[in-house]
């Protein structure tokens, strides 16, 4: 059984930051994580899930989607089974609800499709208020 539970959600006013965290759990993935791609993604209200940032197993290899370039930051901790997310410089269109995914993958390519992960979390609402 796998588990990836999102938090650090919240309410903030445009420019702000926030730091979000997703803790893999379950007695086999804990053993896999290190070897998976991670990846977050968002989902505004009647929008299609779109693809923010994704790092490789090692946290050698990172990519971002542009709009949030030079904004976020993904990071991970593979000895606590987490991965991060810091967003700076906030702004209103990025509200929405964000995911960490799994794609239990050695490879370089981290995947910006939805179809290429695995394993989900439930979500943290991110608000970010003009």
């Known amino acids: 059984q796998v588990q990836l539970v999102e938090s650090g959600g919240g309410l903030v006013q445009a420019g702000g930051s926030l730091r979000l965290s997703c803790l893999a759990s379950?007695?086999?993935?804990?053993?896999?994580?290190?070897?998976?791609?991670m990846g977050w993604f968002r989902q505004a209200p009647g929008k299609e899930r779109e693809f923010v940032t994704g790092?490789?197993?090692?946290?050698?290899?990172?990519n971002y989607a542009d709009s949030v370039k030079g904004r976020f930051t993904i990071s991970r901790d593979n000895a606590k089974n987490t991965v991060y997310l810091q967003m700076n410089s906030l702004k209103p269109e990025d509200t929405g609800v964000y995911f960490c995914?799994?794609?239990?993958?050695?490879?370089?390519?981290?995947?910006?499709?939805?179809?290429?992960?695995?394993?989900w979390g439930q979500g943290t609402q991110v608000t970010v208020s003009s």
């Open positions: 790092i490789t197993w090692s946290g050698l290899s990172t």
């Open positions: 379950g007695r086999t993935f804990s053993l896999t994580f290190s070897r998976s791609i």
């Open positions: 995914a799994a794609d239990p993958n050695l490879g370089a390519l981290i995947p910006t499709s939805t179809l290429a992960y695995d394993y």
